[in-house]
């Protein structure tokens, strides 16, 4: 079975700092996504970035980055020039094509003033 | 928002009540998952449909849950007998058929058993 491990329960960092957040997965599959979505409080949870298992290039969306290690199954995501509304639970989640998310135990990240 | 609703938003019921929630996904959106997220964890996933199909279960949908998508449109949840342990935060999400779609999630059910 596919599992997602976030070793980081929490983590801080102050405004317009870099923050990264670490996650690994275990699959027997070559063929596979990873996800990274945020979710604030109260609110619907929304994709940030998306890496496909083939790609080798790291994925880049604006402020978000991610370091796709796929030998050591790591996907960790960077977050530049941190801002207050990145503040939330964020959760790396892996699918296998066409199936369901497998997520991990989330990250509470906040950003201080 | 990401044009996925739910309702109830929140739910408060006794131990052995029946409830059920429904979700309306984004019309042109074919696959439509369920998921159960308790306090401080990720999403866990319950089922899922394409179209009208339920093409996958978890072992974590007990009998007592029960979920339909009648003509692949919406779709609704329902708990029979609920007890104490299914209090958790119910979401919905759906997708287009591409694998490498996003899924867009909606702000859930909260349900609450007393």
């Known amino acids: 079975a596919q599992t997602v491990t976030q070793s980081q329960p929490e983590m801080s960092v102050q405004e317009a700092e870099t923050v990264t957040l670490s996650c690994t997965y275990d699959?027997?599959?070559?063929?596979?996504?990873l996800f990274w979505y945020k979710q604030p409080p109260s609110r619907q949870m929304i994709l940030v970035i998306r890496?496909?298992?083939?790609?080798?290039q790291n994925a880049t969306e604006n402020r978000f980055s991610v370091n796709f290690q796929k030998a050591a199954k790591s996907f960790s995501l960077k977050i530049s020039d941190s801002q207050l509304g990145d503040a939330a639970m964020y959760f790396c989640?892996?699918?296998?094509?066409?199936?369901?998310?497998?997520f991990g135990e989330g990250t509470q990240l906040t950003v201080n003033p | 928002d990401t044009g996925v609703s739910q309702n109830p938003r929140h739910k408060i019921t006794k131990r052995g009540q029946n409830v059920t929630f429904r979700c309306d996904p984004i019309?042109?959106?074919?696959?439509l998952y369920w998921y159960r997220q308790t306090l401080g964890q990720g999403p866990e996933f319950l089922t899922y449909?394409?179209?009208?199909?339920?093409?996958?279960k978890s072992r974590l949908l007990s009998d007592r849950f029960s979920a339909e998508r009648p003509k692949g449109s919406f779709s609704t949840l329902e708990i029979q007998r609920t007890e104490q342990g299914d209090s958790a935060m119910y979401l919905c999400?759906?997708?287009?058929?591409?694998?490498?779609?996003?899924?867009?999630f909606g702000p859930g059910t909260r349900l609450t058993v007393l």
């Open positions: 989640a892996y699918r296998r094509s066409g199936s369901r998310l497998t």
């Open positions: 699959t027997s599959e070559s063929d596979y996504y």
């Open positions: 890496q496909e298992a083939y790609k080798q």
């Open positions: 019309s042109e959106h074919n696959r």
């Open positions: 449909f394409q179209n009208e199909a339920q093409l996958e």
């Open positions: 999400a759906c997708m287009m058929g591409s694998s490498y779609n996003e899924q867009f």
